[in-house]
């Protein structure tokens, strides 16, 4: 199995891993008010670690995930998710991955811009007047869950990302 083939398996076993847990095992936990935005962490990391394409297509995958399992129109969660991705991979280029800082402040705009979002288009557009309530309840604590996940995620990430590029790296050795 070459390395790229390896890289897509272990990117697909992560989201579906991830949407599991945020889906499935989050809402179970009785002391969880809120939760941190898994889905955002992944697609937010990997496009800032391997670029926009690869941003993109984290993007797509957990965007289809969350419109199949919401219930709403298909590709609502799924532009979020790709233009989140593009940005993120753009951000690559000016910043080196391994400094945890700009990582966690992108983990809170996107999360809250994410949330933003989600206020406009499913609230906002109903009716549903309350910002100061949706940002103090929702979007002020989800955000700071989500970025102190993101403390032990990023680097998990990252690790992970590494090691796929050093098994890459010693096939393309190994081949020459």
């Known amino acids: 199995m070459n390395s790229n083939m390896k890289r897509i398996i ?9 949407f599991i847990v945020q889906t499935c095992i989050f809402p179970l936990l009785p002391f969880l008010a809120v939760y941190p935005n898994l889905m955002v962490i992944l697609v937010f990391s990997f496009g800032f670690i391997r670029g926009s394409a690869w941003g993109m ?8 995930l969350m419109d199949l399992s919401s219930g709403g129109p298909l590709g609502f969660h799924t532009l979020i998710f790709i233009w989140m991705g593009y940005v993120n991979g753009i951000c690559t280029k000016y910043y080196y991955e391994d400094y945890i800082t700009l990582p966690l402040v992108l983990s809170a705009l996107n999360e809250v811009f994410y949330n933003f979002y989600l206020y406009v288009f499913g609230f906002l557009v109903r009716g549903r007047l309350h910002f100061g309530y949706y940002f103090i309840n929702i979007i002020l604590p989800e955000t700071i869950f989500t970025v102190v996940t993101t403390l032990i995620l990023y680097r998990l990430f990252l690790y992970i990302s590494r090691k796929l590029e050093e098994m890459e790296k010693r096939r393309d050795t190994t081949i020459v």
């Open 10 to 18: 272990a990117s697909f076993l992560l989201v579906i891993l991830a």
């Open 57 to 64: 297509g984290y993007g797509l995958i957990v965007g289809l």
